[in-house]
């Protein structure tokens, strides 16, 4: 399988790449990403054949029908990372909340968010591609809260692999900062950054432009890679999830074979609902993808309008706050896949110069037949939080922006799956507060949380303020160089 580019090709990048060379440099000619030139066929007997598989069975028989040029082994070692989850039987359980209704809880990994489904094997086979073609290389983050914790765990204790983690002081969870400046392993770097998230972003990319920092790593022979979803080796792994929560619907009796179902997505860089894109284009009997967001609902004005503005638009921090994004990156994957390269490239040179474009009337009817769109504001968010644990079901602030989209968009009656994206004791001063209670901290949330609504706090959580703090740089942005080529 191959991979081409959303922009088009400069004549410089070669026109079409295996997968392991797009993982390990994931920037494609003109600012675009890299996308597979087929899917393997998600068809009745696929589906059929899989219909009793353990979630790895199932991964890894898509992972070779993709043909993706990694070793066998080395995928089956990947794979077993989901055996560290909490039900090793089952890594992304399904649970009813209502007669046409279940939840796919994808947050049962070391983290507790749904990062760990594809950074967890994603690391692993990065790093095993570094050490066998004897390269080393770097790994930058700047992180609001899940991306971070879900990097370092996958690459920690990792050869020929580092990673850098950058994040705002005060601007993260008490629960996700833990996470991060607890892990220890010598090719981890954590650094607090004096700002908001805006300023840490901003400084990881002047330094990732800067000459100096780019012949440092030259001189010290260190490639640079990302592990954020403009990484198809992250997608990859966000098409399965779609596929067993499908058949899951199926061995609980909500579905017959062969059933549409709808998938509601809580929503930010767009790589979740890519994977369901994928999924559905590939013959998963899907009738929509319904996207869900928080006030900065921009990709309803997307879907709704066909209109991408970010001019006069402020990022507003809010209680869901992996879903505060404004440029959303795979969105670039759905318009190269419908409108093809040359028009994805005008599209993404118009945002970028003017801060805005517009889709055809065709163009946005096009997006239509796949996706609908709706958003929840905080207040929304713990009403259906307080509701759904009166009904005996927790979930998360990210996950309850999923509700009314649920409720409202759509057109069928036909069974719903809602993805939960994040376990509630990693924003439990947010359910606290649902709960009616607020309070100062995560400590006093997560105790009143548990013994209230009567859920566990799972061991990687508790444990977590007790482990020693290793990594204490808190710096002024201008600092971060230093602190970088130090590390290096
Ligand atoms: C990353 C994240 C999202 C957004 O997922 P995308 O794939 O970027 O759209 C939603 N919820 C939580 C809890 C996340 O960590």
Redesign the pocket.
């Known amino acids: 399988m191959q991979f081409i580019e959303t922009r088009g090709n400069d004549g410089v990048k070669p026109a079409s790449v295996s997968f392991s060379e797009a993982i390990l440099s994931p920037s494609a000619s003109f600012g675009g990403l890299y996308v597979p030139t087929a899917l393997p066929a998600l068809d009745a007997a696929f589906l059929e054949k899989h219909k009793n598989s353990h979630y790895k069975t199932l991964a890894m028989d898509f992972l070779t029908t993709f043909g993706i040029d990694i070793d066998r082994e080395v995928i089956e070692s990947a794979l077993n990372r989901y055996d560290a989850f909490d039900d090793p039987q089952n890594p992304v359980p399904l649970n009813a909340i209502e007669n046409d209704c279940c939840v796919s809880e994808l947050y049962h990994g070391p983290t507790r968010?749904?990062?760990d489904m594809a950074l967890q094997p994603f690391g692993y086979i990065l790093s095993k591609l570094a050490q066998a073609r004897g390269e080393n290389y770097l790994i930058m983050a700047a992180t609001s809260?899940?991306?971070g914790p879900a990097t370092l765990e996958t690459f920690k204790n990792q050869d020929n692999v580092k990673v850098a983690c950058l994040y705002p002081e005060g601007g993260t969870s008490d629960v996700q900062r833990l996470q991060m400046v607890t892990e220890d392993a010598p090719n981890l770097k954590v650094i607090g950054v004096k700002g908001n998230f805006d300023d840490t972003q901003n400084t990881l990319k002047a330094l990732l432009a800067s000459e100096d920092f780019k012949e440092e790593l030259e001189r010290k022979n260190i490639k640079l890679s990302a592990a954020n979803?403009v990484n198809f080796g992250r997608i990859i792994f966000?098409i399965i999830y779609h596929i067993h929560s499908y058949l899951e619907m199926v061995r609980c009796g909500k579905i017959a074979m062969g059933e549409k179902i709808y998938l509601v997505?809580?929503?930010?860089?767009?790589?979740?609902?890519l994977g369901g894109y994928y999924a559905k284009k590939a013959g998963l009997p899907i009738e929509k993808i319904l996207i869900s967001s928080n006030v900065n609902n921009i990709l309803t004005d997307w879907i709704e309008k066909g209109e991408y503005d970010l001019t006069g638009r402020k990022l507003v921090l809010t209680e869901?706050p992996?879903?505060d994004?404004l440029k959303?990156s795979?969105i670039e994957r759905i318009m190269f896949d419908k409108f093809g390269a040359a028009r994805t490239k005008e599209l993404m040179e118009a945002l970028a110069s003017e801060g805005k474009f517009v889709l055809s009337d065709e163009e946005r009817a096009s997006l239509q037949e796949d996706f609908a769109a709706s958003w929840s504001d905080d207040a929304e968010c713990e009403n259906e939080i307080a509701r759904y644990v009166k009904k005996g079901y927790m979930m998360?602030p990210?996950t309850a922006t999923c509700i009314k989209a649920y409720e409202t968009l759509r057109e069928k009656s036909l069974p719903t799956v809602i993805y939960s994206?994040?376990e509630w004791t990693?924003f439990s001063p947010t359910v606290a507060k649902a709960l009616g209670h607020p309070v100062n901290g995560d400590i006093e949330a997560l105790e009143w949380v548990s013994s209230h609504a009567n859920v566990t706090v799972p061991p990687m959580i508790r444990g977590l303020f007790e482990k020693p703090i290793v990594h204490t740089v808190v710096v002024e942005k201008e600092k971060i160089k230093e602190e970088m080529l130090n590390f290096l």
Do not use: L
């Not at 997505?265 to 609902?273: I, K, R």
């Open positions: 968010a749904f990062k809260g899940d991306t979803s966000q997505v809580p929503s930010g860089n767009f790589g979740n609902a869901s992996a879903m994004i959303s795979n998360d990210h994206t994040a990693k």
